[in-house]
């Protein structure tokens, strides 16, 4: 990722890469989970923690560099009209993308986007839509000036088979200033892939069952210090740079 | 409110948690009256099933009176006062696989579906107390449980029906009739079922309801054997026989039995140097799972015939005879069980008194004594069979 692998050598590359980082992970990583878990100890769980790391980080790849790109799919189980309208609806993207608070329409194409910034700030920019088909497509950009230059399209085909709706999203978010390239894992996720992969899943769920599931709230007995590493490394969570690796150091102190 | 907790291996404790609270427009909080402990609760409590946390509420056999309802619900559907069972799998009713009834398919329903794409490819659905992997529920060993998209999966009952009669409802009776119809039961067919579990008995009956001329049911324990035997089965005690494979070829004439069942799954028990081999691969952690009945089901099965699972495995498997399934032309049939098509049908039988699924009842006991009933149904000790919990009964005050 990070600055412009494109073409198609790039693509071929990457997908490689991306093979056999998941598999070489799953399988390292998945047994140093099972195995930490069904250990007794302190440094079991810590093991299982770790191990849970390795698996879940070796299929993405990090956000670094001054640009991320990120594009994903899914076929949602409604027809193509009633997926572009909600899409359409710019200020219902955040109940399904968690890295915005808020899109206001400003009217003209126009609309004001918010997104979680470092730190509980806030990034803000203006965007224009720049192309769009009824139940087909959408294209939109920022407007010029914008300190992170955004750019994002969504494509809307029927599936085969009359399984709904294939949605295709692509995203990318360019730093205009050096000092500006630590907002994009904070805006996009340290894994952009997997951001608009999760972005794409619930706006699945959100579309074939009015909601997302979740269990955020729930009740739960008392949980032990290493649950909240678990709790950091949970990609729903906006994170904080640097949080994740932090919350790794403390938890290899304490085992 | 009460609930018991997983805190660790073969570490369980009830705990005083808040209560839990609509998180979503389709959810329901039901206010539980009986829940039990499943074989499927052991792998859990030995530590076998990753991504568990302590802190976690287990459970996933319930049943009790809806207290409140989301807006996302309509009130034909489901509403406070309604007398329900829940299912284990939480199922959208929407997506690809609940349209086509693979109801444990649901492609909706697990928050970390990401965590079981990393081992299996695909998510199964969330699954209530059962690991962080299967959607990290709060599950139903206690006085109250959210349960999410409640206009698909509880199951609303007549009143006058004992809890005893329909708890089962829950996961056992239509998993064990699930195994049998992934048999693909023709009249006069033989049908082998390895272990008289909770799962192993229902899978007898079922059988037979389904048509099972001959069932042959293997275990060890007598106890469970006896039971097995009141509903018609004939037995195998395998740790009297030196090979049930062969045993069962002498019973069948030399054919082998027109279906093989596993209702034992990842922590079989066994003997000779295999069981050795998989008991120290797993204690070391290189192998997830003990596939002994498996390999057996596979090697006794005849030729053309069908092995169905509904013994849980976990992650990978050694030693399984790809030949023998290959050359034998063999079909397997699995899955976690596709609850919400067997609930309705079960219960029309119940009600017909076609079948009593409280005969598999070993134990009732509060929710208090959890701790000490899961060792005890894990060790079979007790003549143990299945306990349920009452989550009401005064016992102690919790920890
Ligand atoms: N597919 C599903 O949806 C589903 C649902 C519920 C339970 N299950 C699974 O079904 C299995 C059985 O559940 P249960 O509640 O009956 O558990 P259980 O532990 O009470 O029963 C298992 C039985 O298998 C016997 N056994 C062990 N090794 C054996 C061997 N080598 N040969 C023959 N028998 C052997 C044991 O003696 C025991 O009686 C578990 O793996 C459980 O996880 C699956
Ligand atoms: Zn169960
Ligand atoms: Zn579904």
Known sequence: MGANVEGEHGNEHHRQFRAIQRWSGMVGGGALAVYGLTRRSRSGLALAAAGGLVAYASSKIPCEGMEAEARNSVVVNVPAEQAFQFWRRLENLPSFMRHLQSVTDLGNGRSRWIAFGPGGTEVTWDAEIVQERDNEMISWRSLPGSEVEVEGSVEFHQAAANRGTQIDSKVHYKATKQWLKALLPTILGRYPHFAVEQDLRRFKALLETGETPTTEGQPHGRRSQLVGLSRVIDPNQPRKPGSYERALEGARRRA | ?399
Request: net charge negative; glycine share 10%; proline share 6%.
């Open chain 2, 1 to 399: 409110m009460k609930a018991v907790c997983w805190m660790g291996r073969e570490k369980i404790s009830v705990e005083n948690v808040p209560d839990p609270a609509i998180l979503n427009a389709r959810d329901a909080i039901v206010k539980v009256t009986s829940t039990c402990i499943c074989g499927s609760d052991l792998h859990l409590y030995d530590g076998y099933i990753p991504t568990m946390q302590q802190g976690d509420i287990l459970g996933h056999e319930f049943m009790g009176e809806v207290v409140e309802v989301g807006r996302g619900i309509e009130n034909n559907k489901l509403k406070a006062g309604d007398r329900v069972v829940v299912p284990f799998t939480i199922a959208c009713g929407k997506c690809f696989f609940c349209e086509r009834q693979l109801w444990s398919c649901c492609d909706n329903s697990n928050p970390n579906y990401w965590i079981a794409e990393q081992l299996m490819g695909y998510s199964p659905s969330g699954l209530f107390g059962y690991s962080h992997m299967m959607g990290g529920y709060a599950g139903g060993q206690a006085q109250y449980v959210r349960v999410p998209f409640a206009d698909v999966g509880p199951l609303k009952l007549p009143d006058g029906i004992p809890d005893e009669k329909v708890i089962f409802l829950s996961d056992i009776f239509p998993t064990g009739y699930f195994g049998a119809v992934n048999c693909n039961i023709q009249p006069g067919d033989t049908v082998a079922i390895w272990g008289c579990g909770p799962v192993g008995q229902f899978a007898i009956r079922s059988a037979f309801l389904l048509g099972a001329e001959r069932v042959i049911a293997i275990d060890r324990f007598p106890y469970r054997l006896r039971m097995a035997k009141q509903a018609g089965a004939e037995t195998i005690n395998y740790e009297e026989c030196d090979d049930v494979v062969e045993a069962l070829k002498v019973m069948t004439g030399n054919i082998g039995p027109d279906s093989c069942m596993d209702a034992v799954g990842m922590e079989a028990h066994g003997k000779g140097f295999l069981y050795l081999l998989d008991k120290a691969k797993q204690a070391m952690r290189v192998e997830s799972d003990r596939p002994i009945v498996l390999r057996e089901c596979i090697q006794a099965c005849r030729k053309g015939g069908v092995v169905s699972v509904p013994g849980v495995y976990g992650g990978f498997d050694d030693t399984i005879p790809m030949g023998a399934f290959m050359n034998k032309a063999l079909t397997m049939k699995t899955g976690q069980t596709h609850m919400m098509s067997y609930m309705q049908p079960l219960l029309e039988r119940i009600q017909k008194e076609e079948i009593d699924p409280s005969f598999v009842i070993s134990h009732r006991v509060p929710i208090d004594s959890a701790p000490q009933m899961y060792k005890i149904f894990r060790d079979k000790e007790d003549q143990c069979t299945k306990v349920v919990l009452d989550p009401w009964a005064d016992g102690l005050a919790a920890a």
